[in-house]
Each structure stands twice: as C-alpha cells, then as structure tokens.
C-alpha cells in the first residue's frame, strides 16, 4: 500500500508539472500570437502609408452583386476618365493605371513565387506620376515599352534574376517573354513574402489584361496649396456634372475615396 501511495503521488508531481507547462506554453503561444499579429498589422499600416502617401484620391468602379449575392471584382472604368479628371484645376498629377494579377515563369518553366502575384501597369517615367505610384525603383529603370518589365527585389533574389534577364509572364494567355529593366520596391519594402511583383507600363498591360481603353484606377493629387478634402470634392463635382456616374465606364458607376 505503501508503494501505491508513494507511486500516485509521484504520478501527482508528474501530471502537476505536465499541466503546469501545458498552462506556460499555452500563455506563450498566445501572447506569440498577438505579438505576431500587432507586428503584422503595424507593417501593414507603414506598407499602406509609405505607398499612397502622396495621392488625395482615388478613383474606381463600383462592385455590384451576382445572383448568388457574392461580391464581384471591382470592375475597370474608361480611360476616358483620367483626362476629365487632369481637366479640374484643383488636380495637379492625375495617372490611371491597372492592377491585376499574373505568374512569373523562370527559364525552366516553374512558377516563382507563391499567390499573390502582383502585377500593376502605370506610366512610371511620366513627369510627376511616381507621387502616385505604390510602387518605388530600386535599381535600374520602369518599363516603358512592350516586351519590359520590372520585378520586385525580393523576387528576383529568391529566382536569381537580375536586370537584363528575361523572365516569362503569365496573364490572360499563355507565357510571354519579358526582359527585366528594372527592380522595384512595395513601399519601403524588398518583397511581400513569397508574393511576386511585375510592374509593366500602362499601354502594355492593358494588352496584357484585355483591358485596352480601361484602367482599374485613377490616383489624383492635388495642386500645392490646395487641401485633399477640397481636390476630391472638385474631382467629384467634374465626375457628376459629366454623368460619369452611370454612362462612360466600362463597368457601370464610379466611386471617389480616399487614399
């Protein structure tokens, strides 16, 4: 009896402890999970802030709803749009552009990177038009013709790409051949994770995404002087007297929002 007794205590000790750092780690894995969770959002906000900081507003199509009632993608408006827009005095620096998804493919066929995979197509080069872009030049120069295009830095490390290279592109067919002019930054940011990067200028993908005489967006800054409350309230007042909420947009309707 003796021996049981001294046995189910020590069995006690045991189960005591077992529980105790079941109770510890569990604590710490939680405590991690915040930790990860305030580091994550935190990059995000400086993400977001770093890439629009210098845009006053934004303009889009409006998503409406399938017979399911599920959302659908937001849908491209005319460009037609971005010169109404660059007509309202209070805008300074006005640029359409398309964001949409394609694959990167390396010399052996194999897709680099993992979903999403990024892809943006804006006149980078143009006076003025970097204010507006998400995206900054780490080395060399933006695409400005078909058959270039620049790639993330952290893409290019992870698939050993450098400038010059040519790296086949997957969007709406099949893969098409560009060469790497140029490697570019998400903000202040090398890469998003495993996501890929491919900036074209706008023109080409617009051919690239069956998207010609369509832009996802158009970005908007304001005259110097002139406050972002009071340039989107003009370019809202241009867009309303010219209708452009029900006729003109590929789409349907357009929005103006804030950065």
């Known amino acids: 009896m003796r021996r049981v007794a001294l046995k189910g205590l020590a069995w006690r000790k045991i189960r005591g402890v077992l529980t105790a750092l079941s109770i510890v780690l569990g604590v710490a894995m ?27 507003g934004i303009v889009t199509g409006v998503a409406g709803f399938r017979d399911d009632n599920s959302w659908q993608k937001t849908p491209s408006i005319s460009q037609s749009l971005v010169a109404k827009v660059k007509r309202v005095p209070q805008a300074g620096t006005v640029a359409g552009s398309v964001l949409d998804q394609a694959k990167l493919v390396n010399a052996k066929g194999e897709v680099i990177g993992s979903p999403p995979n990024f892809a943006v197509g804006i006149d980078a080069g143009q006076p003025g038009v970097q204010r507006l872009n998400p995206l900054s030049l780490g080395s060399g120069r933006w ?28 969007a709406t067919g099949p893969v098409r051949k560009f060469r790497i002019v140029g490697l570019v930054k998400w903000g202040n940011l090398d890469s998003l994770g495993t996501a890929t990067v491919a900036a074209f200028d706008l023109k080409t993908a617009q051919a690239l995404f ?29 867009l309303r007297d010219a209708d452009e909420n029900t006729d003109g947009t590929a789409g349907g309707p357009v929005r103006l929002q804030g950065p």
């Not at 939680?30 to 006053?56: C, H, N, P, Q, R």
């Not at 400005?144 to 050993?160: F, P, Q, S």
Request: hydrophobic share 45%; no cysteine.
């Open 30 to 56: 939680v405590s991690g999970a915040f930790v990860v969770t305030d580091t994550m959002k935190k990059a995000a906000d400086e993400l977001e802030s770093s890439s629009y900081a210098g845009i006053d």
């Open 143 to 170: 695409a400005t013709r078909t058959g270039e295009v620049a790639i993330d830095v952290g893409t290019a490390r992870r698939g050993h790409l450098a400038i010059g290279d040519t790296v086949g592109v997957v």
């Open 210 to 238: 069956d998207k010609r005489g369509e832009v996802d967006s158009i970005a908007v800054a304001g005259r110097a002087g002139v406050t972002p409350p009071a340039v989107r309230a003009a370019v809202a007042g241009a």
